[in-house]
């Protein structure tokens, strides 16, 4: 088969360990939430995520809802919205440094050397996405990137966000190449024809689907998928 035309790459679990993730950066957003939205909640950004908050829970408080779905680590988009403007202050001033697994940085800039088009999809908001590759410790990657999509696209378990990012991309879904460490969001990927493999990294406790293949690093999957070397 020939090597695939683009890389979709998921985030957590995937470029970025877990741990950073779940010990870093949403401590980070819990600790900031009330102060944040004290002296910002009147920004218009900020009123129409609490907007979003409200109808998405209504009935609720919007400051206990968020604190809810923080609890659940729901992917619900006005959370990931405000999560990104609270870290977006963290990356600003340096307190935040987005971690890459070490072996992502060089596979990503030599598979865009070789023409291949690359773009992220995470729950994570487009603008955390952004704050994360653009403050990363290894430099700013956000030039090789195409695109960037996150829950505004649809859930990462439905089928319709792959096929919808695909359109985005201008690419037939076949020649698109998924990174995730969820078998339920490669399942929905390969439903509508990506390809799909599983990244099973073992400081993160990833559990192999069986249903997908599977690479432990990124140099992995170019040698799996006929991708340039790092
Ligand atoms: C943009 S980094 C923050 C990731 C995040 O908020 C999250 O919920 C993890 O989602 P992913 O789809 O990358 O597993
Ligand atoms: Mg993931």
Redesign the pocket.
């Known amino acids: 088969m020939a090597p695939p035309r683009a890389v979709l790459t998921?985030?957590?679990?995937?470029t970025?360990s877990i741990a950073f993730?779940k010990d870093r950066?949403f401590p980070f957003a819990q600790a900031a939430l009330e102060g944040f939205l004290a002296a910002h909640g009147a920004a218009p950004a900020v009123a129409s995520i609490l907007d979003d908050v409200r109808a998405a829970a209504p009935g609720q408080d919007p400051v206990a809802a968020l604190r809810g779905w923080m609890a659940a680590?729901a992917?619900v988009t006005p959370l990931?919205a405000l999560?990104?403007l609270i870290w977006r202050q963290g990356y600003a001033d340096g307190r935040l440094k987005g971690h890459l697994w070490p072996d992502v940085a060089a596979c990503l800039r030599a598979w865009r050397a070789g023409g291949v088009t690359l773009a992220v999809?995470?729950?994570?908001?487009v603008e955390?996405?952004r704050d994360?590759f653009g403050h990363s410790e290894a430099g700013d990657l956000t030039p090789l990137f195409a695109g960037f999509f996150d829950t505004r696209v649809g859930a990462?378990r439905e089928a319709p966000s792959y096929a919808a990012i695909a359109a985005a991309l201008g690419l037939p879904p076949e020649e698109i190449l998924f990174l995730s460490d969820?078998a339920e969001e490669l399942d929905a990927a390969r439903a509508v024809g990506l390809q799909a493999c599983q990244l099973v990294r073992a400081a993160d406790g990833t559990v192999p689907s069986g249903r997908h293949p599977e690479e432990a690093d990124f140099p992995g999957v170019a040698r799996r998928f006929g991708l340039s070397a790092a």
């Open positions: 998921d985030i957590e679990g995937t970025t993730v950066l680590d992917k990931k999560q990104g999809y995470s729950s994570g908001s955390a996405q994360l990462k969820v």
